[in-house]
């Protein structure tokens, strides 16, 4: 037996196992265990068809091989080369295939996501570049059909702003937007420079998989709720009351705070959420490095203050410095156009992860 056909075999069994326990009463009225059995069957339906197609070719290939053998008609002969021909052909592109579904899936990829884009070096500048760039993904979502409400905001002395979060809700969401999470560099003349002069500042970029309870247990009697009046714009109302929330987690310090809704209850929700995936995504990242102590990774590492792409205004381009990649539309990329780098970051990944697989 070829060895992609056990691991599929495995599987099998596996999905048939799966199939049986979530019927199981017992599981069904446990829901925490009954909705990842569910996750984990719908992932496993893929790869148990794939498994009975390649079953099929390799019976296919040996039955014809054994007809070759054994038949003595010309004619019967040239119809077993043909059959053989054909599936020899198909083999190759179909384990191909297998390899790539057989690549450990990142379990938090088809999660909601929680993205927060801060300024960093460049002063009002890089407030100006905060804008840009959030606009550039609000742009992207809307492409992508996804949908996305701002949790809490924080505008610069100038014009932009100092900090924007917000959440996003949508199909494989955090699968592509994890990619985003670094810092992200420009070089431009800024607005407000009167020689002419390029300048670089910098934004930080945190995408965080939107943790569920099921995910990560909080306990709210290690969180300190503090209520104050939200500030900046957002009409009279919002000002009269204490609205926004703040919250510190007290074991890790970790601080929240949401002041865009206009209820308190809305952005206490909002605010429980944020925190949640802040330390859920803390417990990932320590689990991430751990498990790459051995070699490098290319995404998910947590290491936020890693320099990932430059926005070269002057030049027109944009260049992905983990995988050195560069594409020279930097109009259509700050307008949404974004597809063609997050795919070729994708496929990085997996090949990435193919070659871990092998060593």
């Known amino acids: 037996m070829s060895d992609l056909l056990s691991k599929l075999e495995a599987i099998h069994y596996r999905f048939v196992e799966v199939g049986k326990m979530i019927t199981d009463p017992d599981i069904i009225s446990n829901m925490e265990r009954y909705v990842k059995l569910n996750k984990e069957y719908r992932e496993l339906e893929s790869l148990d068809a794939v498994y009975k197609e390649y079953g099929n070719l390799l019976a296919n290939i040996k039955s014809s091989r054994e007809l070759l053998e054994t038949e003595t008609d010309q004619d019967m002969r040239e119809m077993a080369k043909m059959e053989i021909d054909e599936l020899e052909t198909r ?142 714009a957002g009409g009279q109302h919002i000002n009269k009351t204490e609205s926004a929330i703040r919250l510190t987690h007290i074991p890790t310090g970790t601080v929240v705070e949401c002041q865009d809704g206009r209820s308190q209850h809305k952005n206490l929700e909002k605010a429980i959420s944020v925190l949640r995936s802040r330390l859920y995504q803390a417990e990932l990242d320590r689990v991430h490095n751990e498990r790459a102590a051995h070699r490098k990774t290319l995404v998910s590492t947590g290491d936020r203050s890693a320099k990932i792409r430059t926005y070269n205004y002057p030049q027109g381009r944009i260049t992905d410095h983990r995988i050195n990649k560069t594409i020279y539309n930097l109009s259509a990329f700050m307008n949404g156009d974004m597809r063609e780098m997050i795919d070729a970051l994708k496929v990085a990944e997996n090949a990435e992860k193919l070659k871990g697989q092998e060593a």
């Open 91 to 232: 083999r190759p592109i179909l384990e191909e295939e297998i390899k790539m579904m057989l690549i450990p899936k990142d379990p938090e990829d088809d999660k909601n996501a929680i993205m927060e884009i801060r300024a960093g070096t460049g002063g009002d500048e890089a407030c100006i570049f905060v804008e840009d760039v959030f606009r550039m993904y609000t742009m992207f979502f809307k492409e992508m059909g996804w949908q996305y409400e701002i949790v809490n905001s924080s505008e610069g002395t100038v014009k932009g702003y100092k900090e924007i979060s917000m959440e996003i809700v949508g199909l494989g969401l955090y699968g592509m937007l994890k990619f985003e999470s670094g810092v992200h560099r420009v070089q431009r003349v800024p607005e407000t420079e009167s020689q002419g002069r390029v300048h670089t500042s910098a934004i930080t970029v945190a995408v965080l998989p939107e943790a569920e309870e099921v995910d990560f247990n909080l306990d709210m009697n290690d969180v300190r709720k503090d209520t104050f009046r939200a500030s900046g």
